[in-house]
């Protein structure tokens, strides 16, 4: 039985492709979204793929995914910085979290050095471009 995976995608990461291309590439978060899918499927992983630019609505995701989801893969983009409401959300989630940054962001400006999210992860992936994302699955196939 394959697991359920949630992939979850915060603030700004819809214009993936489009916005600042020199630090998150030219992949859109559909292309991302398509080559997960395929890799999910050679890794017996169904993946429940979702973006918002609204706090609460990655929140009420987190939530649906307690009841579902044998992990979350979590790129909360500017709200790794600023949002302890979904490190709480991410604390009621008893199966493994792995937070994804495309860009090193240890390398940008020093307020993005730190994550609510990291106090909760099991694992970091950054800097590897959209990448990490596959990365991430490939933890949860083992």
Do not use: C
Request: aromatic share 8%; hydrophobic share 40%.
């Amino acid at each position: 039985m394959s697991k359920l995976i949630y992939v979850l995608n915060g603030p700004n990461l819809n214009l993936l492709g489009k916005r600042q291309p020199e630090i998150y590439g030219d992949e859109t978060l559909q292309d991302v979204e398509d080559k997960m899918r395929q890799r999910g499927t050679e890794l017996d992983l169904t993946i429940e793929f979702f973006q918002s630019n609204h706090e609460g609505e990655i929140i009420d995701q987190i939530h649906a995914a307690r009841d579902h989801a044998q992990g979350i893969i979590i790129n909360p983009a500017a709200y790794t910085h600023t949002s302890v409401a979904i490190l709480d959300a991410l604390n009621t989630f008893e199966s493994a979290v792995v937070e994804v940054h495309i860009s090193n962001v240890h390398k940008r400006e020093s307020f993005r050095h730190h994550s609510y999210v990291s106090l909760r992860a099991e694992a970091v992936i950054a800097g590897m471009g959209t990448l990490g994302y596959r990365v991430a699955l490939e933890y949860f196939a083992q």
